[in-house]
């Protein structure tokens, strides 16, 4: 088919149809578990519906406010907090994947880190990067964030995107086969860029979607450690309450952004490698 100029894929249409309708299915049953959870404490099922379509999540037992609003204040807080620790780990990732290509001492060091960002998980880190910039160099504030919430945010930061750093850079340089020597005279600038990573970009999409969730999972308890007023630190705070109705809000919203994650980025894998499509 190749040979006589046929399209590989399938329709791009059917195939984003097909997930589409895999992320609705999904949803519904985290909803479904919302709504069982809600109908064993007493609530109307009907009723229970019809605010879950409002995202109108009640009140708080604890703080006496909506859960709705709780849930987003926090929301802005981990956006912030995961949005640039993605950011730096999918960007010096890919620095230190294509500079190791050609150094090989930088690329025995990313090998190590691997091991080093499996081994050491972020809440593990956590314990460790407190201690030291913390109460024993003193460099950086402890506790929940007050007036200017920048310096607290430092610490929490090198907890996530460190470990996942080497583990993400491995799995790049997993892809990417050895370069050639002088091969057909062409340097070795143009193998690397036009014809080794071009060939990867695609396979590492579904790495990145991966990464991103095991990261907005590791922020949970890296939140709840260093009381970044995110998600995790609301969930740690209605679970030690007995506040069920924040625990739901929590769930559906994380599952809704795990969710989402995998669809975008399997709709952008479609697109690119019509092969998938088929």
Do not use: C, Q
Request: without cysteine.
């Amino acid at each position: 088919e190749l040979t006589k100029g046929y399209a590989v894929g399938g329709s791009l249409y059917r195939y984003v149809l097909k997930r589409f309708s895999s992320f609705l299915i999904s949803i519904i049953l985290v909803i479904t578990v919302v709504i069982i959870l809600e109908s064993l404490h007493g609530r109307n099922i009907i009723k229970t519906i019809y605010d879950m379509s409002l995202f109108n999540l009640g009140n708080s037992s604890y703080f006496g406010i909506s859960v709705t609003s709780l849930v987003l204040t926090a929301l802005a807080y981990t956006s912030l907090l995961l949005g640039i620790s993605f950011a730096l780990t999918v960007y010096l990732s890919a620095f230190l994947s294509i500079y190791s290509l050609t150094n090989r001492r930088l690329r025995n060091i990313i090998d190590k880190w691997k091991y080093i960002g499996t081994a050491l998980a972020s809440w593990v880190l956590s314990i460790i990067v407190i201690y030291f910039l913390h109460f024993f160099l003193n460099i950086f504030p402890y506790g929940t964030p007050k007036e200017n919430i920048f310096p607290y945010l430092f610490m929490p930061l090198i907890s996530l995107f460190f470990p996942y750093v080497g583990i993400f850079s491995n799995r790049l340089l997993s892809n990417v086969k050895s370069i050639p020597a002088n091969y057909k005279g062409l340097k070795e600038t143009i193998l690397i860029y036009r014809h080794l990573l071009g060939n990867v970009t695609v396979v590492m999409l579904s790495s990145i979607s991966s990464a991103f969730i095991e990261m907005l999972l590791a922020e949970m308890l890296v939140e709840g450690i260093f009381l970044w007023p995110g998600l995790g630190e609301l969930l740690k705070i209605a679970i030690f309450h007995g506040d069920y109705k924040i625990v739901e809000g929590v769930m559906v919203l994380y599952s809704t952004i795990a969710l989402l994650s995998n669809l975008i980025t399997d709709i952008i894998y479609g697109v690119m490698d019509p092969r998938v499509t088929r």
